[in-house]
């Protein structure tokens, strides 16, 4: 059997995905600010230490070790490194969904004060903040392994966008698989018709379209230079 059989799906990164990784680093800055203004006013004694405040606090420590943490697998593994869970995000989102809850809490003390209530609109906007990083948490490994490519014995398949159409085709219905340009390849299927598909978007996309030619080559689908 061709080694290839045996191995499963390779995730495929977009090719800017060294800057994608830096502006998510950079957007982390948000609840990063916002942690340091939830310590100011207790540094600055115009906020004693609640449970509710030692809660955020105790979250914020945990977002500091876990943004450590990243930082080093970055180094080590680069920009292709994810898991399962980002928990980084899921901190975040524990942040802004604490102190939009410190906020509102602190209005609504208010208002029962003076009996005068009003709408807040920050404490909505930290909590859909919140839920878009709870989503990035457990949906972005999710999302980079649709884009993908699978080489197998009967055939290969896979998605070049997390989100079009994947492809996919078994050995007995293709003819041959040529190349086309740098990053392209054409299939050929028995029955005339054709289709193209760009590794061009893909981060080392030659290298992944040179893997396809190789496996067609290798298991059936002849090539054509």
Excluded: C
């Amino acid at each position: 059997m061709h080694p290839l059989s045996a191995s499963g799906p390779t995730t495929l990164y977009h090719k800017n995905r060294v800057r994608i990784e830096r502006v998510r680093g950079f957007s982390h800055l948000v609840p990063a600010l916002i942690l340091l203004g939830g310590l100011s006013g207790l540094l600055g004694g115009t906020e004693s230490l609640t449970p509710l405040l030692g809660l955020e606090l105790a979250v914020g420590a945990a977002y500091v070790l876990l943004l450590l943490r990243e930082l080093r697998q970055l180094r080590q593994h680069g920009p292709g490194h994810h898991e399962r869970v980002a928990w980084l995000e899921l901190a975040a989102a524990g942040i802004l969904a604490l102190e939009g809850y410190h906020i509102w809490h602190r209005h609504h003390e208010t208002a029962l004060r003076t009996g005068e209530h009003r709408l807040h609109v920050l404490p909505w906007l930290y909590w859909a903040v919140a839920v878009w990083y709870g989503f990035m948490a457990f949906g972005m490994a999710q999302l980079h392994k649709r884009r993908h490519l699978h080489l197998h014995a009967g055939g290969f398949s896979g998605r070049l966008h997390p989100f079009w159409r994947g492809f996919a085709f078994r050995w007995d219905e293709v003819a041959r698989v040529e190349p086309a340009g740098e990053t392209d390849v054409v299939v050929h299927r028995t029955d005339g018709s054709q289709q193209r598909l760009s590794f061009g978007s893909v981060h080392e996309g030659a290298a992944h379209r040179n893997r396809l030619l190789a496996h067609a080559a290798g298991m059936g689908g002849g090539t054509e230079s």
